[in-house]
């Protein structure tokens, strides 16, 4: 039992961890972190409070916690840290507040029943294999606040195929993309505000360089842009 009483500012690392008997818990108002490790391996962990008084979910926080099935954060998280809640397998869907402003590597990854996440306003970069392995993903929602997206994001997200942009086809363009972003997906086309980009999997080219974009016109694809990738590759 955490107390009450505000006088609990973290959760601590590894406070819970490994605790399999802890069925839910609620985070009092008044704590601003979950550090690292605190809740990882509470395999039965399967309801989780926030307050709005967190702010940052720290590395592994709730790793391997098989049967969370959903989670909605408290509205003023801004800041979530690598891995924080990779290979929750069970976990289906994740509410993300407007709040959120960095989002770590692999935070998803592992998640095979995660299906839909909308990544809201304000996320700057979508870091490397956020949701990699993540089988059951289907719908992903991409604001137009990202300039970085980083290799293996996506990879080994064979049910992705619903890519919405929520800026223009230019801006899409703009984003920088590491060489390797799209690998090992499926998806082919993205949704922008002003149309659509076809995107050849990577690596489907004969010169084994990363996924060119099209706009599509019509029944057609014509090409959009050239892409560099961050070793300077065109």
């Not at 690392?13 to 399999?20: E, K, L, M, S, W």
């Not at 003023?76 to 960095?102: D, H, M, R, W």
């Not at 970069?125 to 392995?133: A, M």
């Not at 801006?171 to 082919?188: L, P, R, Y």
């Amino acid at each position: 039992t955490i107390p009450t009483d505000g006088s609990i500012k973290h959760i601590g690392a590894a406070a819970f961890a490994g605790n399999t008997n802890l069925t839910s818990i609620v985070i009092p108002e008044g704590v601003v972190s979950v550090q690292v490790n605190a809740f990882a391996g509470c395999s039965s962990l399967n309801k989780v409070t926030f307050p709005k008084s967190l702010e940052r979910i720290g590395a592994c926080a709730f790793r391997r916690c098989d049967s969370l099935k959903s989670i909605e954060l408290g509205v003023n998280v801004k800041y979530i840290e690598a891995e924080a809640f990779s290979v929750c397998k069970g976990l289906t869907e994740i509410i993300l507040p407007k709040q959120i402003t960095s989002i770590g590597s692999s935070v998803f990854s592992g998640c095979e029943s995660l299906e839909s996440v909308i990544l809201p306003e304000g996320v700057d970069e979508i870091d490397r294999t956020l949701f990699c392995s993540c089988s059951g993903l289907v719908s992903l929602r991409i604001p137009k606040s990202v300039t970085k997206i980083e290799k293996g994001v996506f990879a080994d997200c064979k049910k992705l195929s619903d890519l919405v942009y929520s800026g223009t086809v230019r801006e899409w363009n703009g984003i920088q993309k590491e060489w390797g972003w799209n690998e090992g997906c499926s998806f082919t086309v993205v949704h922008c505000s002003d149309g659509d980009l076809s995107i050849t999997p990577f690596p489907e080219t004969s010169d084994g360089s990363q996924g060119l974009e099209y706009q599509i016109e019509g029944d057609h694809a014509v090409l959009a842009t050239s892409q560099t990738d961050a070793e300077g590759r065109t």
